[in-house]
């Protein structure tokens, strides 16, 4: 059975950065994506960004380019999204989620059970 | 970014009776392969998002077979055939043929009248 793990809640001050991990276990790691998606408080779903750990290429949306990085370590089975520059607006529960490995997506069937980033001075 | 419009926003619907969410792109979700990569899910409260149904009509193991999803190009309907209470929460649909950017509808919110 597919379990992905996160690390648990962070509370950041703004303009710290913040590694949220992702511990996989079940299947086989290396032979699928893990995309990053986030909830902020009553809102509804953002997709961040997504990496195939066997080849180690990260792809981002527009929007978090340049403040986030999608890292993965093969060795653990463990994904790892940094996101740097925190403002309050960064305040959300951060997924992650297996996906297929290729240029398209049909959403996740496997989800980590979330992580509470909250942003606050 | 494609840009994707769900309606309605809400839903009040009553035990046993049908439900139908509407999602509409601004682009066609015809991949390049051939294949629609719209997919739904469903968050009930204070769980994690699930994934319903994939490329447009493919039912999740697991998921009742009460949900039904249809649809192509651009114009596509999640269906409940008899909403039961355990549907309550939260639907989205998502959008992942135009790869790297993949987009969601804003959500729409069932609940029990």
């Known amino acids: 059975q597919v379990q992905l793990v996160q690390s648990g809640a962070e509370v950041k001050k703004p303009g710290s950065s913040v590694k949220v991990s992702c511990k996989a276990s079940g299947g086989t790691f290396s032979s699928y994506a893990i995309s990053w998606v986030r909830q902020a408080p009553g809102q509804g779903l953002e997709w961040m960004g997504r990496i195939i750990p066997i080849l180690g290429i990260a792809n981002y949306a527009q929007k978090f380019q340049g403040r986030v990085t999608i890292t993965a370590d093969k060795s653990t089975s463990t994904a790892y999204m940094e996101l740097s520059s925190l403002r309050s607006e960064d305040t959300a529960v951060y997924y992650c989620a297996r996906d297929s490995p290729g240029p398209y997506s049909s959403g996740w069937n496997y989800w980590g059970q979330g992580t509470l980033v909250t942003v606050s001075s | ?113």
């Not at chain 2, 970014?1 to 009776?17: E, F, H, Y």
């Not at chain 2, 193991?61 to 549907?87: H, N």
Request: contains cysteine; hydrophobic residues 30%.
């Open chain 2, 1 to 113: 970014d494609v840009v994707m419009t769900q309606s309605p926003l809400s839903l009040p619907v009553t035990l046993g009776q049908p439900a139908s969410i509407s999602c509409r792109s601004s682009q066609s979700l015809v991949h390049s392969d051939g294949n629609t990569y719209l997919n739904w899910f469903q968050q009930r409260p204070g769980q994690s998002p699930r994934r319903l149904i994939y490329k447009v009509s493919n039912r999740d193991s697991g998921v009742p077979d009460r949900f039904s999803g249809s649809g192509s190009g651009t114009d596509f309907t999640l269906k409940i055939s008899r909403v039961e209470a355990e549907d309550v929460g939260v639907y989205y649909c998502m959008q992942g043929t135009h790869w790297p950017s993949i987009t969601f509808g804003q959500g729409t919110r069932l609940e029990i009248k």
